[in-house]
């Protein structure tokens, strides 16, 4: 997975926000606030990692998380993303 270019991540007063830049600032003019996971998610996605290889590193981090669980909420997240086309 890639993220399309022209979308970055932002920390404002402890919150995380996606924005779009330059020309994709006229198409998505909202921001996207993340929680700390959707943050993880968003990081993993910037480093091209597969939805697989998210839910391996989610999993290293969070020990008591279901992995049934992890991987429904990655991929409930990609796919949001996909559909909105923010990310390849």
Do not use: H, P
């Not at 924005?19 to 996605?45: H, P, R």
């Amino acid at each position: 997975m890639k993220i399309r270019e022209g979308f970055i991540l932002r920390d404002v007063a402890g919150k995380s926000f996606v924005v779009a830049t330059g020309a994709l600032s006229q198409q998505y003019q909202g921001m996207i606030t993340l929680n700390e996971t959707g943050k993880f998610i968003w990081q993993c996605l910037e480093k091209e990692m597969s939805s697989e290889e998210i839910v391996k590193a989610i999993m290293g981090t969070y020990e008591d998380a279901s992995e049934d669980i992890v991987r429904a909420d990655v991929e409930k997240f990609i796919n949001g993303l996909v559909k909105e086309k923010i990310v390849e």
